[in-house]
């Protein structure tokens, strides 16, 4: 789209370096991480001349850089934005794209890329980035005019957080940087071919209100569309109005209050022992801005069959995917919950929420077990709950993956929305340090404690370097069982104990994380957990608390793969 | 559901990297694209892909809509077969003598509708448009012969119903 320059504005030539700086500061970006190198130098130098207004941070790696993006993107709702060279600079970015598509996270990444001249030649630090990324990105585009770069970073922000968010890529060849335009910014405000939010059909929001109104056994599922579309609110007035039992995905924890009583706990692999039975037990399924993962569903063949499906959704490509829905509700859930609470019936289904009750086996089976052991080994579970003890559940937490993740997203409280942070979809083990060192940035106000696992950890703890030159006071809780634990849980059950390559012989990480200047602590013994955990809360700087755990404890409860919801066991 | 052919149609705005985004659309569900054409559309800068793939009607709709989530697709479209009116073109270039010594590769030529296009001194160039059958029936008259190259292009079509871009477009 040709835009006509208003009268009132004035032009001025400047180099593509400088627009692609100025640009990031009109899209009020003023944070940005990136690691710098040959071609993308020319932007580095503008860096250096706008430090007072867009504060770069120089992360270890560039997958250290998309990571705290990431991080930083989920707990502000903003964009993230990551900065890298060309060749390995590019390509150590891609995990984190595809980390950000897979869990919608909005990202504006740019790379520096060989000039024009020598695209196709195979020149020093020449990656084909725009190939590569093409799968896992929402968008992306190669510049190699400088007139063309306020533009298509105009459009890369509109396309990253509009709609169902995503990660766009900017590659941007070093004869564009230091050629000249005139510059003058425009926001972009739509692209034709792209339409962003569906428009929410009052005869769906009709049709769904009258499935819901005539449940018995009404069960909601909610993930992070309720987060990303900011409807918090009304999402709480609709599970509240229709009285139906919610549970979340793990994308969507922290959209509900943890103690709100109609919250019932998370569905899939390692989910709550009820809302998976009763998943195939209810008979109006509401999905509300998820999308039906395969770790949620477990086997499809048997997958809430008894049930008629609504699905509020925002991404018409999920529709049907993986179940059929009775009702699509399609657009924002903001816009399509308001619209659907008018249509809703008042109800409590008091029967209903007792046949949740009937699974408390889970409270005394695993969950007591976690929190309340009479074995002489820490457990995961007991960690986080001590952190949940000082925090109140309002800080922000961050978990890597493996089974730490999972004992994170079960036993963690959150009175607070966009308080998890996690690599849901990917499950890109060393996430959790560099987000949570964006998470940090993006709620400077908040405490942030990332738990992350032995193997993870060593996955990208160059990071600590980060906080060394930043200062981000992040607390860090490792929870050290010498194992990958979540490989050696399956090994375990699925592979006779055979505990291939999944032992660690770690380094001493109370010495790493002094050798990064940052306090460090460690426990062994339960005794000494709770004032380890208080001291770390109570640092205003960083802090690196190791626990050593049971080495050999397991999460429950579990679908196995491919099995069948109901079939969750709970040993 | 039983698999069969699916043609899709793609409208898009002009941009190189989106041929690679929907081939990975493709290749990612391990289906395999059994021809495929690009042109122009019959609206100004707007492009317009072709492919043909054989899958069972619920996977071509999953397909769309994955393809339709790419930023700059404008709307796609699946059809069967009885849906649109369909054609392939194939060359066969053959040795010229064959026109003079084997006098009924003049009927074949003639009896399928086929074009002579070119004629030099060596050789000569038929062209066939038509169904896939139509025009593989006439390679393997011509095979006899000696094909000295053959080349078919990927399918083109047209919808019998009308597939309402232009409306879209200027409900932008």
């Known amino acids: 789209m040709e835009h006509a320059i208003p009268e009132n504005k004035t032009t001025e030539t400047i180099s593509g370096a400088e627009a692609v700086v100025r640009s990031l500061l009109e899209e009020g970006a003023n944070l940005a991480y990136g690691y710098p190198g040959g071609a993308i130098m020319p932007i580095y130098d503008e860096?250096?001349?706008?430090?007072?207004?867009?504060?770069?941070?120089?992360?270890?790696?560039?997958?250290?850089?998309?990571?705290?993006?990431?991080?930083?993107?989920?707990?502000?709702g903003k964009v993230g934005v990551c900065l890298a060279t060309s060749g390995p600079g590019a390509t150590n970015l891609v995990t984190g794209i595809a980390d950000a598509q897979i869990d919608s996270t909005p990202l504006v990444c740019i790379t520096g890329q060989v000039a024009s001249h020598l695209l196709g030649t195979d020149a020093f630090q020449e990656t084909d980035v725009i190939s590569i990324s093409a799968p896992v990105t929402k968008w992306n585009v190669q510049v190699t005019k400088a007139e063309e770069i306020p533009a298509a970073i105009a459009k890369a922000f509109y396309i990253?957080?509009?709609?169902?968010?995503?990660?766009?890529?900017?590659?941007?060849?070093?004869?564009?940087?230091?050629?000249?335009?005139?510059?003058?910014?425009?926001?972009?405000?739509?692209?034709?071919?792209?339409?962003?939010?569906?428009?929410?059909?009052?005869?769906?929001?009709?049709?769904?209100?009258?499935?819901?109104?005539?449940?018995?056994?009404?069960?909601?599922?909610?993930?992070?569309?309720?987060i990303l579309g900011q409807a918090e609110a009304a999402f709480k007035a609709f599970v509240e109005k229709s009285g139906a039992p919610a549970a979340w995905t793990v994308l969507g924890l922290s959209a509900l209050p943890t103690d709100h009583p109609l919250n019932v706990g998370m569905v899939g692999m390692h989910g709550h022992y009820g809302p998976n039975k009763l998943t195939n037990e209810c008979d109006v399924l509401i999905a509300v801005g998820m999308r039906f993962d395969d770790r949620v569903t477990g086997s499809l063949h048997t997958y809430a069959k008894q049930a008629k499906v609504v699905?509020?959704?925002?991404?018409?490509?999920?529709?049907?995917?993986?179940?059929?829905?009775?009702?699509?509700?399609?657009?924002?859930?903001?816009?399509?919950?308001?619209?659907?609470?008018?249509?809703?019936?008042?109800?409590?289904?008091?029967?209903?929420?007792?046949?949740?009750?009937?699974?408390?086996?889970?409270?005394?089976?695993?969950?007591e077990p976690q929190l309340k052991p009479t074995k002489e080994g820490l457990t995961m579970g007991e960690v986080i709950n001590q952190v949940n003890k000082e925090t109140n559940g309002n800080a922000v937490v961050v978990s890597d993956v493996g089974q730490h993740q999972m004992f994170t997203v079960r036993y963690a409280n959150f009175t607070m929305t966009r308080s998890n942070v996690t690599s849901g979809g990917l499950g890109t083990m060393g996430f959790a340090l560099p987000a949570a060192i964006g998470a940090k940035m993006g709620a400077p106000e908040r405490e942030v404690v990332a738990f992350i696992g032995d193997g993870g950890y060593q996955m990208t703890c160059q990071e600590l370097g980060t906080i060394l030159q930043t200062g981000a006071a992040v607390?860090?809780?490792?929870?050290?069982?010498?194992?990958?634990?979540?490989?050696?849980?399956?090994?375990?059950?699925?592979?006779?104990?055979?505990?291939?390559?999944?032992?660690?012989?770690?380094?001493?990480?109370?010495?790493l994380a002094e050798a990064y200047d940052i306090k460090a602590a460690k426990v062994v013994k339960r005794e000494d957990l709770a004032a380890a955990v208080k001291e770390m809360i109570a640092s205003k700087e960083s802090y690196f608390l190791e626990v050593m755990i049971e080495k050999e404890d397991n999460v429950f409860p579990m679908v196995p793969t491919g099995a069948c919801v109901s079939e969750v066991r709970l040993s | 559901m039983e698999e069969q052919v699916f043609t899709i149609s793609v409208y898009t705005e002009n941009n190189p990297g989106l041929l690679n985004r929907i081939a990975t659309i493709f290749l990612k569900r391990h289906i395999n694209i059994e021809s495929l054409n690009v042109s122009r559309s019959e609206i100004e800068n707007v492009h317009r892909f072709t492919i043909v793939a054989r899958m069972t009607e619920t996977n071509v709709k999953k397909l769309v809509g994955q393809i339709e989530k790419q930023i700059e697709v404008i709307k796609a479209y699946y059809?069967?077969?009885?849906?649109?009116?369909?054609?392939?073109?194939?060359?066969?270039?053959?040795?010229?003598?064959?026109?003079?010594?084997?006098?009924?590769?003049?009927?074949?030529?003639?009896?399928?509708?086929?074009?002579?296009v070119t004629v030099h001194p060596d050789f000569f160039v038929i062209e066939k448009t038509g169904r896939r059958k139509d025009t593989e029936a006439l390679h393997d008259q011509l095979a006899p012969y000696g094909i000295m190259q053959f080349v078919r292009s990927g399918r083109i079509s047209i919808s019998k119903t009308e597939m309402k871009i232009s409306e879209k477009l200027k409900n932008f």
């Open chain 1, 475 to 511: 607390k860090i809780v490792v929870l050290n069982n010498e194992f990958l634990g979540m490989v050696r849980q399956w090994q375990q059950l699925f592979f006779d104990k055979r505990y291939a390559s999944t032992t660690m012989i770690n380094p001493d990480f109370i010495k």
């Open chain 1, 160 to 226: 990253a957080k509009s709609g169902r968010p995503g990660p766009v890529l900017i590659d941007i060849t070093k004869d564009a940087q230091l050629g000249q335009l005139e510059y003058n910014y425009e926001k972009c405000t739509g692209v034709r071919s792209y339409e962003p939010i569906p428009k929410t059909s009052e005869e769906a929001v009709k049709a769904a209100a009258e499935l819901i109104n005539s449940a018995k056994k009404p069960f909601v599922i909610f993930g992070q569309g309720v």
């Open chain 2, 79 to 116: 059809h069967t077969d009885d849906e649109i009116i369909f054609h392939e073109t194939a060359l066969y270039k053959m040795a010229s003598n064959l026109l003079f010594e084997q006098r009924e590769i003049q009927n074949v030529i003639k009896n399928s509708s086929a074009n002579i």
């Open chain 1, 311 to 367: 699905h509020f959704e925002i991404d018409p490509a999920e529709v049907d995917k993986n179940v059929k829905a009775n009702v699509a509700v399609l657009g924002d859930c903001k816009t399509s919950l308001e619209m659907l609470l008018p249509y809703i019936d008042t109800n409590n289904h008091d029967a209903w929420h007792n046949e949740f009750k009937k699974y408390h086996e889970e409270e005394l089976k695993v969950i």
């Open chain 1, 47 to 76: 860096l250096y001349k706008y430090q007072d207004q867009l504060n770069h941070v120089l992360t270890r790696h560039e997958q250290g850089a998309i990571h705290a993006a990431q991080g930083f993107a989920r707990v502000s």
